[in-house]
């Protein structure tokens, strides 16, 4: 069965670096895109970063342009999300996101998130 396990959440002061890990298993990890989300107290689940399965196209919130770098090893099954310069907004669940055709229709599979707290 399809499984997300993230990794490396943490207490980082603002301005720090973190470096988050999500392994997957359960299906061809190197024939679909996945995807970084964040969700903080009190607010929706917003996407964060996307990745193609070969890793030559990714995409950003306009909030984490150019201090957040997502990347993947095939190899290891892994996504990762680079976060540098962070901010006490960026405090939130991350999670790893993997979408899967069926017969109909598709299905949306999540890890079960990992805590990144920034304090000021």
């Known amino acids: 069965q399809v499984q997300l396990v993230e990794s490396g959440g943490g207490l980082v002061q603002a301005g720090g670096s973190l470096r988050i890990s999500c392994a997957a298993s359960?299906?061809?990890?190197?024939?679909?895109?996945m995807s970084w989300y964040r969700q903080a107290p009190g607010k929706e689940r917003e996407l964060v970063a996307h990745?193609?399965?070969?890793?030559?196209?990714?995409n950003y919130a306009d909030s984490v342009k150019g201090r957040f770098t997502i990347s993947r090893d095939n190899a290891k099954n892994t996504v990762y999300l680079q976060m540098n310069s962070l901010k006490p907004e960026d405090t939130a669940v991350y999670y790893c996101?993997?979408?899967?055709?069926?017969?109909?229709?598709?299905?949306?599979?999540w890890g079960q998130g990992t805590q990144v707290t920034v304090s000021s």
């Open positions: 996101k993997v979408v899967i055709p069926l017969v109909v229709g598709w299905y949306d599979y």
């Open positions: 359960g299906f061809t990890f190197s024939s679909f895109a």
């Open positions: 990745i193609t399965n070969t890793g030559g196209s990714t």
